[in-house]
């Protein structure tokens, strides 16, 4: 099946740090999704993508869908202990009613 | 109001037990969904209801029983589960059923099948 590489799969930083994330996948989505979870709850959406070359913003946070369509990066800026978590991609395409998720990136902040 | 509500928080079952798990969106959303997560890996599609007629199932066994009582409601329920059944189960909803343009999660059932 489809399948989306979401990179790095675990990363440790100090507080006030950027942190990259990105996802790549072989085939085209018309849709990047990023939510973060925290653990027993359920993920929450931080960033909707609709456009090739969108940049989002969202707070700290920035994501841009790429231009040729495959792929995704998020950007954390000024990394806080509360974004502590797991964050996932997702890629979606049109009329197939279902998203593709990434494997997740755990994000461990040291105060 | 970006809210999917489920009941309850956490289950813990037999394999001999009947229990049923329940999600609520008052967002006017076409579509809703079950995916089920495993500790630190991403969630699986279990099933997609569209305009309340079940659209996807994911070849998810029969001891797990969809049902949409109408356009805000949607149950799972469960039967004779396994062991290996336990997880994370996330109810999900979405305006639009083709285009998942954002698609919003509830909290959760952890559910521990004994």
């Known amino acids: 099946g489809q399948q989306l590489n979401q990179s790095p799969q675990s990363m440790f930083i100090q507080e006030g740090e950027d942190v990259s994330m990105n996802c790549t996948s072989s085939?085209?989505?018309?849709?990047w999704l990023w939510y973060k979870q925290d653990p027993g709850e359920g993920p929450v959406l931080l960033i909707a993508?609709?456009?090739?070359?969108e940049l989002t913003s969202n707070g700290r946070l920035t994501a841009q869908f790429g231009i040729t369509r495959k792929d995704s990066f998020l950007n954390i800026s000024a990394s806080i202990p509360s974004d502590v978590g797991i964050y996932f991609c997702?890629?979606?395409?049109?009329?197939?009613?279902?998203?593709?998720f990434g494997q997740g990136t755990t994000l461990q902040v040291k105060p | 109001d970006t809210e999917v509500t489920q009941t309850p928080k956490h289950l813990v079952m037999g394999m001999t037990n009947k229990k049923s798990l329940k999600c609520e969106q008052h967002?006017?959303?076409?579509?809703m969904y079950w995916y089920k997560q495993k500790a630190k890996k991403p969630p699986e599609l279990m099933f997609v209801?569209?305009?309340?007629?079940?659209?996807i199932n994911e070849s998810v066994p029969s001891r797990f029983s969809p049902e949409c009582p109408n356009s805000s409601l949607l149950n799972l329920h469960l039967h004779a589960l396994q062991p290996e059944d336990s997880a994370l189960y996330l109810c999900?909803?979405?305006?639009?059923?083709?285009?998942?343009?954002?698609?919003?999660f509830g909290s959760g059932t952890q559910l521990s099948v004994l």
């Open positions: 997702a890629g979606g395409k049109s009329n197939t009613g279902k998203l593709i």
């Open positions: 967002m006017g959303h076409r579509a």
């Open positions: 085939s085209i989505f018309n849709t």
């Open positions: 993508l609709y456009k090739a070359g």
């Open positions: 209801y569209s305009y309340e007629k079940l659209s």
């Open positions: 999900a909803s979405s305006q639009d059923p083709g285009s998942v343009e954002k698609l919003f």
